[in-house]
């Protein structure tokens, strides 16, 4: 069978935060024996008429579209009608926050199945659905089993057939900078610290110790401890990482390609004090620098400590 993952490239400049989705989910599949690849759109650029001969000659069985924020219906529309037309018989399956407007994806884009919440449980019963009956067309009710999609019914009727549940923390992982290596640009994701402000504008960046390198981004949680009316997400759930894990991630990459600057992606960074303690201790002997991309300014006011 074969399958691809896609992100998306819905920005004027190159995303520099790694895609953690489509390495992850390429790492599902693999481990259970399946052979995907990764397209990098947003490294990649290409025109649509690359886009057309790429998708024309590989004819994939399967297509999955991780689209992260909702400015990516645009670029998700075209890239699914290109998909389409070059090879009609594949089917395409989008994830990502844009999923929560699923039923205008649905009706509107040429997106055949859409992944609700997390894609690691999902996206792997669908590829075995797939494999067992050589589509995921909704009129065959062995689909309808399958937690965590939204499709169109026979009538163009809307379905969600309820959530899957959420992986443990354990389980979530981060993002794969070999696969990165293997399938894209690593100099889009591995990079120089000086392209940023809070790094270059710190003294400690110019020690002599920490010249010539790179900077990368992992992650220390997932999820958002609220539950604003505004946002897209879905996912009722906050999640931290063991400290033992994230560490080795970051030891890896030191060693590998010469990390000591680290980026902090999370949204709510520091939520749990306790652990917090604990990963700013296991942290100091890197002797690294680090930043953070989220964080809520209550935890400052509840314990300024945390500074």
Request: aromatic share 10%; hydrophobic share 35%.
């Amino acid at each position: 069978m074969k399958i691809v993952l896609c992100n998306l490239a819905i920005r004027e400049q190159r995303n520099t935060w790694p895609p953690v989705a489509c390495t992850s989910l390429c790492n599902v599949l693999a481990r259970e024996g399946y052979n995907p690849v990764f397209y990098d759109t947003d490294a990649k650029r290409p025109s649509p008429e690359d886009l057309n001969r790429y998708f024309e000659k590989e004819r994939f069985n399967i297509v999955g579209i991780s689209a992260v924020v909702s400015t990516g219906y645009e670029y998700t529309k075209r890239l699914a009608r290109i998909i389409k037309k070059a090879s009609p018989e594949t089917q395409i399956i989008l994830g990502g926050n844009l999923a929560a407007a699923y039923e205008v994806i649905l009706r509107k884009c040429q997106i055949d199945i859409c992944v609700i919440a997390e894609g690691e449980k999902v996206l792997l019963n669908l590829v075995k659905h797939y494999e067992k009956y050589r589509s995921l067309n909704s009129e065959n009710s062995e689909l309808h089993k399958i937690k965590g999609i939204a499709f169109l019914e026979k009538g163009n009727i809307c379905k969600f057939t309820g959530p899957e549940k959420l992986i443990s923390s354990e389980e979530i992982e981060q993002p794969d900078y070999e696969l990165l290596d293997r399938f894209s640009n690593i100099n889009q994701y591995i990079r120089d610290p000086m392209t940023r402000d809070d790094f270059s504008d710190d003294p400690r960046s110019y020690e002599r110790h920490r010249q010539e390198k790179k900077m990368a981004t992992v992650f220390t949680s997932k999820g958002c401890v609220n539950h604003c009316t505004f946002c897209h997400r879905w996912i009722k759930a906050y999640r931290v990482f063991s400290v033992e894990k994230i560490i080795a991630t970051m030891k890896n990459l030191i060693d590998r390609y010469n990390v000591g600057f680290f980026c902090f992606s999370d949204e709510c960074f520091g939520e749990k004090k306790e652990w917090l303690d604990d990963f700013i201790a296991a942290l100091r002997p890197l002797d690294i620098l680090f930043q953070i991309g989220g964080a809520r300014v209550s935890i400052i006011k509840q314990d300024p400590s945390v500074i």
